[in-house]
Structures are given as structure tokens and as C-alpha cells.
């Protein structure tokens, strides 16, 4: 039924970078003949009620999975399914080489029902800005939505300094370029409340955090500290990102913020 169904839109679509969804179902079908492996293997002296517990775990995690595919292409019209099955595709065929911006894509595409075990390893979910323990922050995220998605309230994700992107920004030359431009005031001890900047600079970076606001920078005990702080959404009057445009205005996105903590020896950027 899955099949047919894929197999139907891509014929009404007529389009080359439709196998996105195709792409998913071989995903899940490598489950399914994995977990069919698995059974075959079996023998009377391995197989318990533990063994069956987790196959039937298994079982329910690929049809939980098969389920939320069909959801999101679920009342979308032709033109809509067409887009969004387009950007799934070139994010899926980019994400090697920009990992941390197709899993900021799949959150949003999902609307949070694929993608959390890059939350999970990276860092955690806040689900309301007001869980945000510190009131600065509060304002700066509160200020970032208005300013970008017309809100004041959406879920975000909070990446430690631990996390991919965090390196993948801290180690950036376009990052290194900023905090050398405000040497001076970080040697004399000040805190930089904001720095408006656009970290590209690699693909990763330009699709994951480009035009952005990195906050409360300061050093401290020989570290240099940041916050960077980018709403995912899709700006108008930008060709590139037509598609994911369309599929915001229609709702069939979730829009959200991103803060990116950084903390790395001072000397990465200069000498004290």
C-alpha cells in the first residue's frame, strides 16, 4: 500500500527528485529484512521472551515510522508533496557534507516527530522560550522571533558546546574573523551583550546557521564564551529557498530557534 502510494505521486509529480520518499521506504524495507534475519536465525537455545519482546519492539518501531511518513505528506496538496518531497530529497543527497543543517531541516519538516536523537546527542529541546533560565536570554530569543517569524513563542533546541555545530561554528574562519575584530574589548575584560554576523562560510554552516546573532560573548578563565542564537525559518525573495518558503506558509513546517552555545580556549582565536 506504501508502495503504491509513493509509486502514484511520483507518476501525477513527474519529477526526477521524487525518489525522496522511495528513498524512505528502502530505508524501512532494510529494517524489515533485518529484523526478518534476525527471526530466521533463531534457534530453540537463543531465542526467549526477551528476544521476542525486542522483535515485537522492533516490529512497532518500523510501522511507527512507515505511519509517520505517510503523515506528513498528509493533506498536502499536489504542488505542496511535489516541494516537499524535492527539499527532503536535496537535503538527504546533501547531508554528508552538511549534517548539522539536514537535521535541523528533518526537525522542521517533521514538525519534531523525526529527527530528536540529534536533540538527544547534541544537546536537549526547551518547549517554551520561559524555560529559558536566564531573562537576557528570554528577551533575545523573544526579540528573534518577532523579528523573523512574527511569534513570540515557539519550541527551540539548545546545542551544548559539545555539540557538532557548535565546533563546526567555533572552529569557522568567519567566526575567528569576528572574535578578532573585538580582541581588544575581550582582552580588557568587557562582554559583548551582541554581535549581529552571517556565519557561512561552509555549506554546513551557511544552511544551518548563516545570518545569525552571537551573544554574551566574553572571556573567562582563559575560555571564550558565546551564544549563538538563529531562528529556522525561510526568508521571502529568496530563490533558493522557494520551496521550503512555500511549505512554511502553508504550515506544513515548523518554524523554531536554535541556540548554539560556545566555549573554547581564548588562544584558538588570540593571545591574552
Same mark, same amino acid.
Given at each position: 500500500?506504501?508502495r503504491? &502510494? %509513493?509509486?502514484?505521486?511520483?507518476k ?8 525522496? $520518499?522511495?528513498n524512505k ?12 534475519? +534476525?527471526i ?6 537463543? #531465542?526467549?521472551?526477551f528476544?521476542?519482546q ?13 505511519s509517520e511518513?505517510?503523515?506528513?505528506y498528509?493533506? $498536502?496538496?499536489? +504542488? $505542496?508533496?511535489? *516541494?516537499? #518531497?524535492?527539499v527532503?530529497?536535496?537535503?538527504a543527497? @546533501?547531508?554528508?557534507?552538511?549534517k ?18 540529534y ?10 522560550? /520561559?524555560d529559558?533560565k ?9 526579540? +528573534?522571533?518577532?523579528s523573523q517569524i &512574527?511569534?513570540?513563542? /515557539? ?12 565546533k /563546526? ?10 572574535i ?6 575581550l582582552q580588557?575584560?568587557e562582554? #559583548?551583550?551582541?554581535?549581529s ?7 554546513n554552516?551557511?544552511?544551518? %546557521? ?10 573567562k578563565?582563559? #575560555?571564550?564564551?558565546?551564544?549563538v542564537?538563529d531562528t529556522?525559518?525561510y ?7 522557494k520551496?521550503?518558503r512555500?511549505?512554511?506558509?502553508? @504550515?506544513? %513546517?515548523?518554524?523554531?530557534?536554535? $541556540?548554539?552555545?560556545?566555549? *573554547?580556549p581564548?588562544?584558538t582565536?588570540?593571545? *591574552?
Amino acid at each position: 500500500m506504501l508502495r503504491d &502510494q %509513493i509509486e502514484r505521486l511520483m507518476k501525477e509529480n513527474k519529477d526526477t527528485e521524487l525518489n525522496t $520518499l522511495e528513498n524512505k521506504l528502502a530505508r524501512t524495507e532494510y529494517d524489515v529484512y533485518r529484523l526478518i534475519d +534476525k527471526i530466521e536465525a533463531l534457534t530453540r537455545d537463543t #531465542i526467549d521472551k526477551f528476544v521476542i519482546q525486542k522483535i515485537e519492539r522492533e516490529v512497532e518501531q518500523i510501522k511507527k515510522s512507515i505511519s509517520e511518513y505517510l503523515n506528513e505528506y498528509k493533506g $498536502l496538496s499536489k +504542488k $505542496l508533496k511535489a *516541494e516537499k #518531497i524535492v527539499v527532503d530529497g536535496l537535503v538527504a543527497a @546533501g547531508s554528508f557534507s552538511a549534517k548539522d543543517a539536514a537535521a535541523l531541516w528533518v526537525l522542521a519538516s517533521s514538525k519534531f516527530k523525526r529527527g530528536l536523537e540529534y536533540i538527544n546527542k547534541n544537546g536537549k529541546m526547551v518547549n517554551k522560550v /520561559s524555560d529559558l533560565k536566564n531573562e537576557n536570554l528570554r528577551k533575545s530569543v523573544k526579540n +528573534k522571533l518577532h523579528s523573523q517569524i &512574527q511569534k513570540q513563542e /515557539s519550541r527551540g533546541i539548545h546545542l551544548y558546546s559539545n555539540s557538532s555545530l557548535s565546533k /563546526s561554528l567555533s572552529n569557522s574562519l568567519k567566526f575567528k574573523s569576528i572574535i578578532n575584530a573585538n580582541k581588544e574589548r575581550l582582552q580588557n575584560g568587557e562582554t #559583548i551583550p551582541k554581535i549581529s554576523a552571517f556565519l557561512g562560510g561552509n555549506w554546513n554552516n551557511f544552511l544551518s %546557521i548563516n545570518g545569525c546573532d552571537i551573544l554574551n560573548v566574553h572571556v573567562k578563565n582563559g #575560555i571564550l564564551y558565546a551564544t549563538v542564537l538563529d531562528t529556522v525559518d525561510y526568508n521571502p525573495n529568496q530563490w533558493w529557498v522557494k520551496y521550503p518558503r512555500d511549505l512554511q506558509e502553508a @504550515g506544513a %513546517i515548523e518554524n523554531y530557534y536554535v $541556540l548554539v552555545e560556545i566555549a *573554547e580556549p581564548v588562544s584558538t582565536y588570540f593571545k *591574552e
